[in-house]
């Protein structure tokens, strides 16, 4: 089934060289970047909005922090002429940025949200979006997750942690399907 809603943007959420620092790892999905580049080369074929979110953190131990050397994009999803960035201090990518009055501007209600990680800023953002009246499409296999140790100990394994989030957000906050069901539905 086509969608003929429309052009509806991808958002590149957090996708930078600090993903790939040891306070990340043990992701649960590897090849997350391999899917997030398949969707951001069918968004260009078919000529619609993509927007990327870069995260400037102000606390210098951070490894995202905005003057060190892990903050830039990664390659192979870097923005190429035409396409927006939007830079944000916080975890959610509406809080402090420009995302919703661009959203606006193009009159956009839906959007394809993509990047990292699934349990921090994915889902602030998935969150808000849905709070400010937004219909976001999360493709699951486009975002990953990391272990979490909790306050007394407890952890919970990456693929845990994906799963369980992915089903939360998918009950109330967006529509959780997978890329493959994505570019099935957003072609022209």
């Known amino acids: 089934m086509k969608d003929q ?3 509806i943007p991808l958002v590149i959420l957090d996708v ?3 993903i ?26 078919i000529g619609w909005p993509v927007l990327h979110v870069k995260h400037d953190e102000q606390t210098p131990t951070s490894s995202y922090y905005v003057h060190g050397p892990w903050n830039g994009i990664k390659k192979d ?30 009159q956009i209600t839906r959007l394809v949200l993509t990047g990292v990680v699934i349990h921090n800023s994915m889902d602030a953002t998935v969150r808000a979006g849905k709070a400010l009246g937004y219909s976001i499409i ?5 975002t990953t997750a990391v272990p979490v140790i909790g306050a007394h100990g407890k952890s919970w394994d990456a693929i845990t942690v994906h799963e369980l989030t992915l089903a939360i957000l998918g009950d109330e906050y967006a529509d959780v ?11 022209l």
């Open 5 to 7: 809603s429309g052009p």
């Open 16 to 18: 930078q060289d600090a």
């Open 177 to 187: 399907m997978s890329s493959d069901e994505v570019v099935a539905q957003f072609t």
């Open 138 to 142: 999360l493709p699951s296999d486009a």
């Open 20 to 45: 790939d620092r040891p306070n990340w790892d043990g992701k649960n999905n590897p090849d997350y970047l391999l899917v997030i580049l398949r969707l951001l080369n069918h968004w260009r074929l």
């Open 77 to 106: 999803v870097a923005p190429i002429k035409g396409e927006t960035i939007i830079t944000k201090q916080e975890n959610c990518a509406f809080i402090g940025t420009e995302l919703d009055a661009i959203l606006k501007r193009m």
